[in-house]
């Protein structure tokens, strides 16, 4: 497949809005009933309502997020461009990062005039993943740069109690709020657009760890957690 493929646009024919959101951690119907007794049939079937296809028998080609955005945005595998920048054994992700920032798809919907933007929902491996424009969806959670600049103050301790008090809290409106500004986003830009949402729901931090949480806050909050498949 071509690094730069080319495009033409057929003059008068009206181009669609596209919207690609990946729920991530919502697993198969099946699975979902099987594993945790949740009715995500219920939710198939208003899908298949509204015109959507179902692959039932779906399965993801990469173990991590990262990685199938990749592998999606380029339309092809990975093992062509690993092998050829003689990745195989590299631990460093920087390059999957560049490879979903530089894909294929972007470039083909910007030749046809569409407006690509992203919905910022705090994963870095998918903020951009290409896109011309990404919308930050406004939660009062501190960044980075915020968190290091008062680590520097007495009131560092209480802060960051509270920090971590509120996170479970916080990533939940991150992503409800994006939910929300994606049937917006076509006000704000006179061409079609493409509309790229990766919503961390019901991925952890979930709404049964939050009640956990609050019922025991913790000290330090483990990166390791079981997927639920919690209500979004």
Same mark, same amino acid.
């Given at each position: 497949?071509?690094?730069?493929?080319?495009?033409?646009?057929?003059?008068?024919?009206?181009?669609?809005?596209? !919207? !690609?959101?990946?729920?991530?951690?919502?697993?198969?119907?099946?699975?979902?009933?099987?594993?945790?007794?949740?009715?995500?049939?219920?939710?198939?079937?208003?899908?298949?309502?509204?015109?959507?296809?179902?692959?039932?028998?779906?399965?993801?080609?990469?173990?991590?997020?990262?990685?199938?955005?990749?592998?999606?945005?380029?339309?092809?595998?990975?093992?062509?461009?690993?092998?050829?920048?003689?990745?195989?054994?590299?631990?460093?992700?920087?390059?999957?990062?560049?490879?979903? !920032?530089?894909?294929?798809?972007?470039?083909?919907?910007?030749?046809?005039?569409?407006?690509?933007?992203?919905?910022?929902?705090?994963?870095?491996?998918?903020?951009?993943?290409?896109?011309?424009?990404?919308?930050?969806?406004?939660?009062?959670?501190?960044?980075?740069?915020?968190?290091?600049?008062?680590?520097?103050?007495?009131?560092?301790?209480?802060?960051?109690?509270?920090?971590?008090?509120?996170?479970?809290?916080?990533?939940?409106?991150?992503?409800?709020?994006?939910?929300?500004?994606?049937?917006?986003?076509?006000?704000?830009?006179?061409?079609?657009?493409?509309?790229?949402?990766?919503?961390?729901?019901?991925?952890?931090?979930?709404?049964?760890?939050?009640?956990?949480?609050?019922?025991?806050?913790?000290?330090?909050?483990?990166?390791?957690?079981?997927?639920?498949?919690?209500?979004?």
């Amino acid at each position: 497949m071509s690094e730069n493929p080319t495009v033409e646009i057929t003059e008068g024919v009206e181009r669609p809005n596209i !919207y !690609y959101i990946v729920l991530d951690g919502y697993g198969r119907a099946d699975v979902l009933e099987e594993l945790y007794q949740y009715p995500a049939e219920k939710f198939m079937d208003l899908l298949r309502n509204e015109g959507f296809y179902i692959a039932d028998e779906s399965r993801s080609n990469y173990v991590r997020t990262i990685f199938s955005l990749a592998s999606t945005f380029n339309m092809d595998t990975l093992d062509e461009f690993i092998e050829t920048n003689n990745l195989k054994n590299s631990h460093n992700e920087t390059w999957v990062r560049l490879y979903n !920032y530089q894909n294929r798809f972007a470039k083909i919907l910007t030749g046809l005039r569409y407006s690509t933007v992203g919905i910022s929902t705090a994963y870095i491996g998918s903020n951009r993943a290409g896109m011309q424009y990404i919308e930050k969806p406004a939660v009062g959670r501190l960044n980075r740069f915020e968190l290091k600049l008062l680590g520097q103050t007495p009131v560092h301790e209480f802060l960051m109690d509270v920090q971590l008090r509120n996170a479970f809290d916080t990533h939940r409106e991150r992503q409800i709020e994006a939910m929300k500004r994606i049937p917006l986003i076509t006000q704000n830009y006179d061409s079609p657009v493409f509309v790229f949402a990766h919503i961390l729901l019901p991925h952890p931090p979930s709404s049964s760890m939050l009640t956990a949480v609050r019922q025991n806050p913790p000290i330090q909050i483990s990166t390791s957690v079981t997927r639920t498949a919690s209500s979004i």
